[in-house]
């Protein structure tokens, strides 16, 4: 069974810890993981900057699971949740773990060539998953 999770940022930490992708600079304290049957195949951690404002600090999904659209579902369940905690713009950088893939729903930021932006929440539930379109 497939099931998205929120969990506090101590269980994202050993999970990213246990994969050997854990980075000392991320503090979050939000995430969502993915089990399939009992087993943690992904996570994502993400923080609400400002009252509108979030921010995806990395999406992973375990590389045997890659290439089957749960990196889809769990931006999908973060950019629920902040939906719903009413934040209207996400950023994130293309430096996080396993997000390149998933880029194309991001706009690119003038300052700077890393950093991303979904400049309306409301806009990228309206388009089909890009599974649907293919």
Request: contains cysteine.
């Amino acid at each position: 069974m497939l099931q998205f999770k929120p969990v506090p940022g101590e269980l994202l930490v050993a999970f990213m810890k246990q994969e050997g992708k854990y980075c000392e600079a991320v503090k979050s304290q939000n995430g969502f993981i993915l089990e399939v049957d009992g087993e943690i195949i992904g996570a994502c951690a993400y923080d609400i900057l400002e009252h509108t404002m979030g921010y995806i600090h990395y999406i992973y999904v375990k590389p045997a699971h890659r290439r089957q659209r749960f990196g889809d579902g769990l931006i999908r369940a973060v950019l629920n949740s902040m939906d719903l905690h009413g934040v209207v713009s996400v950023a994130c950088s293309s430096q996080s773990t396993e997000l390149e893939g998933k880029l194309y729903v991001f706009e690119r930021f003038e300052a700077t060539g890393d950093q991303y932006r979904l400049s309306s929440i409301s806009d990228f539930f309206k388009r089909p998953c890009k599974s649907e379109g293919e």
